[in-house]
């Protein structure tokens, strides 16, 4: 029993060194008594976990036991098996056999095997056991915690967008989630009745005041707001930003004001709002309070972000909670507008592409909602990186923010005005560009393109960008192709992706995803993972 349990607690060490929640909290791990001999044994481990609030189990073993008789039943919780790779106890052999019993039983586990030979007793965890071990864990850890929690849809459908036709069922039956739908409105009650924390206001508008520069005036005369109706959108941008967050996570300062109720928010792991139209043909848009929301930074300091979904598609705001909890960092929320072709670019701008960017770019863009940690200023090892909250520095939020121009809102697309963020992403980052779509008849799907960040000359940028709307944040994107299939090139990602939004997270995490998506049963429709 002794090398059985020395496998649990190096593997609980390693998880805990490696692994940390969203709130960056190192990741706790909990080991069962004794060793799992029977059934007796694994029912007492079960309600130790159960006690302990365990979200996923790792069962480990050097050698042969009783499959039926030891493993991890519970129907909802995410499982893998680490069988020993060594000659002097059958550990692969059980491997095997417990697998075989968790498809037979219909309880899926992650399968967990090294490569090479190992003696018996040797501590140490082998490199692709380590791989194994950690991607299970991230995947199952976000399967945890979005089950019993709630998205947030503020408002309905934006512009018949079908992703903020929010599905419940899908959130209920593969997240574990629920949906809470509030109406628009509410914003409007908070911010008049004054149902805000008013010390944090003045706080938060002082703060954005001294760090949100206000950019150039694009709207043709006649369309411009006056400075009096561009002060008061800022006031409104504000609060909008404070009500979406109390509304989602809640506000302790709410209840010593006397609005208990309020107070207690929704329990939501992710939010979107509607916006356009009803709201933004009169109101200032939301693009303020999506662009902050979804930072790790703002007038309280450097924090955790919050998932937030621009025109509410529920379908990009799951697909970003799904990078955020695999990753802790902040995820981008852009349209997938536009395949610049070399030719295209040459004829426009007279610049051949090179580089990454050779055989075509992507533009992604959306109205200025996107988190300020994309525009390339948080680095490591001098390097543009997306990291967790707590690698931020003060000095590196202040780049982000130097970085970021908040432009007057286009009225012809925002009649009500507001703020939204322009900023240019620093190129040489690896993404990974998800979506979840739903399909009549077979249910959600997921797919994702794994790819890079690029820098064009600021030259051949500002003729491109100019051609859309130059008061939105630009992420040049090119993804990894293969020569066949939906990545034969990069027209061919952009003419067969899914939807008309994607959710960006940094780094190469597609295997991340599919694990996950493995474990949530959705099927995963298009990848360019090797």
Known sequence: EEPTMGMAWATAAFLSANLRYPDGRPVECVIADTCIGGVAEAAAAAEKFT??????????????????????????????????????????????????????KGLPAFSIYGHDVQDLGDPNIPADVQAKLLRFARAGLAVAMMRGKSYLSIGGTSMGIAGSIVDQPFFESYLGMRVEAIDMTELTRRIDEGIYDPDEYAKAKAWTDANCKEGREYNAPGYERTREQKDRDWEISVKMTLAARDLMVGNGRLAELGYGEEALGHNAIVGGFQGQRQWTDHFPNGDFMEAILNSSFDWNGIRAPYVFATENDSLNGATMLFGYLLTNTAQIFADVRTYWSPDAVKRVTGYTLEGLAKDGIIHLINSGA????????????????????WEITEDEAAGCLDATSWYPAMTEYFRGGGYSSGFLTEGQMPVTMARVNIVKGLGPVLQLAEGWTVDLPPAVHEVINERTNPTWPTHWFVPRVSGSGPFRDVYSVMANWGANHGAISYGHIGADLVTLAAMLRIPVTMHNLA
Not at 57 to 84: H, N, Q, R
Not at 94 to 102: I, K, R
Not at 382 to 389: E, T
């Open 51 to 104: 006690r302990a609030g365990v979200g996923c189990t790792i069962t480990v073993t050097p050698c042969w036991c009783y499959g039926s008789e030891t493993m991890d039943m519970d129907p909802l919780t995410p499982k893998a098996v680490w069988g020993f790779n060594g000659t002097e106890r059958p550990g692969a052999v059980y491997l095997a056999a417990v697998l075989a019993g968790h498809n037979q």
């Open 370 to 389: 996107a988190t300020l940690d994309a525009t390339g200023r948080l680095k490591r090892d001098g390097q543009p990186v997306m990291k967790p909250f």
